[in-house]
């Protein structure tokens, strides 16, 4: 009779697997270190090509469909280019520019 697996009964997440095909994966590791973001999130990069354009294209998308936009942000890591998030600024509704 074998032994029982140390991981039977127990729960087995995502962390389980990467570190199953990477013993050398540290769970403390998760983040990137320059901007914290989440390694295992594919994100777009703004030093990728190609991730440029789709953001481009996407931030075009926007001003179109909203007037009340005046300009988007793609805020961006400066280290690694990884899009962070996209900051909007918005007419002052009340006055007129
Ligand atoms: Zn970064």
Redesign the pocket.
């Known amino acids: 009779m074998g032994k029982i697996n140390k991981y039977a009964n127990k729960p087995l997440d995502k962390d389980y697997f990467k570190k199953k095909e990477n013993p050398n994966w540290d769970k403390g590791k998760k983040l990137?270190e320059?901007?914290k973001?989440d390694i295992d999130h594919e994100v777009l990069n703004v030093k990728n090509e190609h991730d440029w354009e789709l953001i481009e294209n996407y931030i075009q998308k926007q001003l179109m469909e909203y007037s009340n936009t005046k300009s988007i942000t793609p805020v961006a890591?400066t280290?690694?280019g990884?899009l962070i998030e996209y900051s909007c600024v918005l007419y002052d509704s009340k006055r007129r520019v």
């Open positions: 990137t320059c901007c973001q890591c280290v690694c990884r």
